[in-house]
């Protein structure tokens, strides 16, 4: 009896301090759910890469694309991870990073860096939230 009162209350302060956590990918789907640190449960299988024709891109558009591609982590103004691409031969993905890295310091407001990458869908950052459940 006293260990399921030890396991009641237990689950009881993790509710009430709010250590619920959840990661989600750039597409918004649930990956993994639990306390920080300890997921509870994870998703089976990584969705797949996007293609550009997936992000809005035309069949036409997307083949004067090419080279690395300028991601842009969340911050405050913008919750969602930004992509820059660059039509073939205009590619200036390092000096555009260089520029960003100038004025910012590096890293923005939510504290991730820029950067530069050819698999721009494989490489985006999963979103972290948090919940306070009564």
Known sequence: MKRAVLVVAAVCLCTLAGCFEW???QNGKIT??????????????PPPPQGLTDT????????KVSGPVLVL????????TRYRYYETGQNNCQQDLAKLQAQ?????????APYCTET????????????FVF
Do not use: F, I, M, R
């Open 23 to 25: 990661q989600e990918d």
């Open 104 to 112: 910012n310091g590096g890293v923005n407001s939510g504290g991730q």
């Open 56 to 63: 809005g891109l035309t069949p036409d558009q997307a083949s």
């Open 32 to 45: 993994s759910v639990g306390l920080p640190g300890v997921p509870v449960w994870t998703a089976k299988k």
């Open 73 to 80: 982590p969340p911050d405050q103004q913008n919750q969602l």
């Open 120 to 131: 721009p869908a494989a490489a985006a950052p999963p979103s972290k939230g948090t919940a």
